[in-house]
């Protein structure tokens, strides 16, 4: 693991070789859910890398696993000395993308990656392939706009987190559990949040792209991936029966098989 400082914000990331090589593919840029961090994809990363011949890197964002926290992450929004303070805004996919994800990449020599995010993740990595090159973007269960269904699945894991076992579960990943908790939850549950919606951004994705989503999922329905395609026509999908929120972790096989035929396609120069 290495703490990157991006703007005054230590940033956990971890690197994976890739083969060696004279001209090596574009590496694989893991990009986690909204409870997530580098740690909880466990070993599917160097899977995916493995088997698609391309290095990766896996980060945590702010908050999140060994990354720096957020003070008072339940407090007013505020800045302190240039960085975010408090609750999280209605926007912060958008400044994740916007703002956090170009001075990393620049900071790891990365120009042209292939996004694979999850859920939060993949929200972000359709926001940043809509305003910057990318070779590829991967998406698994990402959130274009706010569901019901959503709402009533993050209600739940907040009773869960309070009365039940997932805050010491969660505890295992996260340097700070309830930071990492709470900045995702509230922002979720909030009133402003409900009018999220990225559907226009989508519009702006010219790069390769693939969207995949579990029958199953309690965390948004299959409108999610339909509206990626409605907006970008050349979206490839993959709607997996018996799968729920994590196509890597339900259905490995099946999303590495699918992810390498992806990657493997011929592109126009």
Same mark, same amino acid.
């Given at each position: 693991m290495n703490l990157m400082d991006i703007d005054g914000v230590g940033?956990?990331?971890?690197?994976?070789?890739?083969?060696?090589?004279? @001209?090596?593919?574009?590496?694989?840029v893991f990009l986690?859910?909204?409870? =997530? $961090?580098?740690a909880m994809?466990?070993?599917?990363?160097? /899977?995916? !890398?493995?088997?698609? =011949?391309?290095?990766?890197?896996?980060?945590s964002r702010r908050g999140y696993g060994r990354s720096d926290p957020v003070p008072d992450v339940r407090g007013d929004p505020s800045e302190q000395?240039?960085?975010?303070? =408090?609750?999280?805004?209605?926007?912060y996919m958008h400044r994740e993308a916007w703002e956090v994800m170009p001075a990393l990449l620049a900071k790891l020599g990365i120009d042209h990656p292939v996004l694979v995010g999850h859920s939060d993740g993949g929200t972000i990595a359709l926001l940043y392939? $809509?305003? *910057?090159?990318?070779?590829? !973007?991967?998406?698994?269960? &990402? *959130?274009?706009?706010?569901?019901?269904l959503s709402i009533a699945a993050i209600t739940q894991a907040r009773e869960a987190f309070q009365s039940g076992g997932l805050r010491e579960r969660l505890a295992r990943f996260h340097a700070d559990v309830d930071g990492a908790f709470w900045q995702w939850n509230?922002?979720?549950? $909030?009133e402003d949040f409900r009018a999220f919606d990225?559907?226009? @951004? !989508?519009?702006?994705?010219?790069a390769p792209l693939l969207?995949?989503?579990?029958?199953?999922?309690?965390? =948004?329905?299959?409108? /999610?991936? @339909?509206?990626?395609?409605?907006?970008? &026509?050349h979206t490839r999908l993959l709607k997996l029966p018996g799968c729920g929120h994590s196509p890597h972790r339900d259905q490995p096989g099946a999303v590495n098989a699918a992810i390498r035929a992806f990657l493997s396609e011929p592109r126009p120069a």
């Open positions: 940033i956990e990331v971890h690197r994976i070789a890739g083969p060696a090589g004279p @001209d090596p593919l574009a590496p694989l986690h859910e909204g409870l =997530g $961090s580098a994809w466990r070993d599917w990363p160097r /899977q995916l !890398c493995a088997a698609t =011949g391309r290095a990766g890197v896996v980060i000395a240039g960085r975010r303070c =408090g609750r999280l805004r209605p926007d392939a $809509s305003r *910057h090159p990318v070779a590829a !973007c991967i998406v698994m269960a &990402p *959130h274009v706009i706010v569901e019901d509230d922002i979720w549950l $909030s990225i559907r226009e @951004d !989508c519009r702006r994705i010219t969207a995949l989503q579990g029958v199953d999922d309690p965390y =948004g329905t299959m409108a /999610q991936i @339909d509206e990626i395609a409605a907006n970008a &026509p």
